[in-house]
Nanobody, 124 residues
Framework: QVQLVESGGGLVQAGDSLRLSCAAS????????MGWFRQAPGKEREFVAR????????YYADSVEGRFTISRDNAKNTVYLQINSLKPEDTAVYYC?????????????????WGQGTQVTVSS
């Protein structure tokens, strides 16, 4: 069992940066692939980034490549999402998720645990 709590969202201006955090509890965190997803109003939840269990490999959606960076600190049971050069189209609720395997996925249904989400709103 893994419990996830996101934080770090807020109201920012276009061009600003944010760092989202996802604190995990549960002894399987360090063996889990982790992912970040987002969901804008009226849209489906979409993949943003994922990181393998040891942090050795990261993967990004094309829409965020070069602006978003996912990382993790297994000693702190935390995964991060650094977001730079924010755009109004980045406005969404951001969710972290823990996979049942060590690699994660871009598919939401392959994640076993989800946080409650943190709102990011970008004004132009």
């Amino acid at each position: 069992q893994v419990q996830l709590v996101e934080s770090g969202g807020g109201l920012v201006q276009a061009g600003d940066s944010l760092r989202l955090s996802c604190a995990a509890s549960g002894r399987t965190f360090s063996r889990s692939g982790m992912g970040w997803f987002r969901q804008a109003p009226g849209k489906e939840r979409e993949f943003v980034a994922r990181i393998t269990w040891g942090g050795g490999s990261t993967y990004y959606a094309d829409s965020v490549e070069g602006r978003f960076t996912i990382s993790r600190d297994n000693a702190k049971n935390t995964v991060y999402l650094q977001i730079n050069s924010l755009k109004p189209e980045d406005t969404a609720v951001y969710y972290c998720a823990a996979s049942a395997n060590s690699y994660g996925s871009s598919v939401p249904s392959e994640y076993a645990y989800w946080g409650q989400g943190t709102q990011v709103t970008v004004s132009s």
